[in-house]
């Protein structure tokens, strides 16, 4: 096989005659091998590297193995995981993996925090019944871009942000406020939880919160885990977006973010925890069941 391939390599350069004889093998031996069709499991290969290439460009080359399976089973392909992770590898694919992510949470000493009321629990019945929300950052030559965000857990979908160039409070509270506008939670239904940052423990966020009726709950000091969804959301958006390009200034970095949060995060990128559906379609299931 390896002789034929290299004699079909070369035979622009040289006789095929001469090839053969100096590789050893009969020049009819050669014409069968080009002759012969591919069969059904190379021609079915093909067909769903194809696919795959496809799902993988529109995912923005951050789709892995599992994702790319999903979206096939859902064009309703009859694959296995391990024939998608073979034909990935063979064709040099892979996904994003998440990196490590820096804090950058700043307490107020002298804050009394609330109680923790999920306890890890991020899995709520129903929607706008527990949001969790947090705040990080886009390096630009221009300086940092920070980001702050509300999600829906039932969803995980992008219900509220906001972008400025600095930490105060106005910052996590326009995305609060664009949260509350967009959803109308019911009074004493909605869980608001995040971190004990000093922008969220401040009189004036918390007197937001009670203007709305929702209750405060915090998680504990220095514990990624206690605000899990938010901070795996982060992890991708700095693993899928902004480790991947470099900004000169703040307000490139924004339109960017701008287009991956409402464009491909809430309405085009499939989540595993949703059963590989993106947030606004298991909305949409969730409203008309």
């Given amino acids: 096989m390896k002789r034929f391939l290299f004699i079909d390599a070369e035979k622009a350069n040289h006789p095929i005659a001469i090839l053969c004889r100096v590789l050893e093998v009969s020049r009819a031996g050669f014409y069968a091998w080009v002759g012969r069709l591919p069969s059904n499991r190379a021609k079915r290969d093909a067909e769903l590297l ?7 460009k529109k995912s923005r080359g951050t789709y892995g193995v599992p994702r790319i399976h999903a979206a096939l089973v859902a064009r309703q392909e009859h694959v296995s995981r391990k024939r998608v992770a073979r034909l990935m590898a063979t064709a040099g694919l892979t996904g994003r993996r ?3 992510r820096v804090r950058t949470t700043v307490a107020d000493e002298n804050a009394v925090p609330a109680p ?3 306890n890890r629990n991020f899995t709520p ?3 706008n019944r527990l949001w969790c929300a947090d705040i990080t950052y886009i390096p630009t030559r221009e300086g940092f871009l920070y980001l702050a965000t509300e999600l829906d857990c039932c969803s995980r979908k992008v219900v509220g942000w906001s972008l400025a160039d600095h930490l105060r409070t106005e910052l996590p509270l326009d995305a609060f406020r664009m949260a509350v506008t967009r959803r ?3 009074r004493g239904q909605l869980v608001h939880h995040n971190d004990q940052g ?3 423990t401040s009189h004036t966020y918390q007197t937001e919160l009670d203007a709305h009726g929702v209750t405060a709950s915090m998680s504990k000091r220095g514990d990624c885990y206690d605000n899990a969804v938010a901070e795996s959301f982060f992890a991708t958006l700095k693993n899928e977006l902004v480790y991947r390009q470099e900004w ?4 490139e970095a924004a339109l960017a973010t701008f287009e991956w949060i409402e464009v491909f995060y809430n309405r085009q990128r499939i989540h595993s925890s949703l ?3 993106t947030p606004e379609n298991f909305e949409r299931e969730v409203v008309a069941a």
Avoid: D
């Fill in 198 to 200: 000093s922008q969220y």
């Fill in 184 to 186: 109308r939670p019911k």
């Fill in 275 to 277: 059963g590989y559906r």
């Fill in 116 to 118: 923790n009321l999920v």
């Fill in 248 to 251: 000169a200034t703040r307000k």
């Fill in 125 to 127: 019945e129903a929607l």
């Fill in 98 to 100: 998440r990196p490590r």
């Fill in 50 to 56: 194809g696919q795959i290439r496809e799902i993988h």
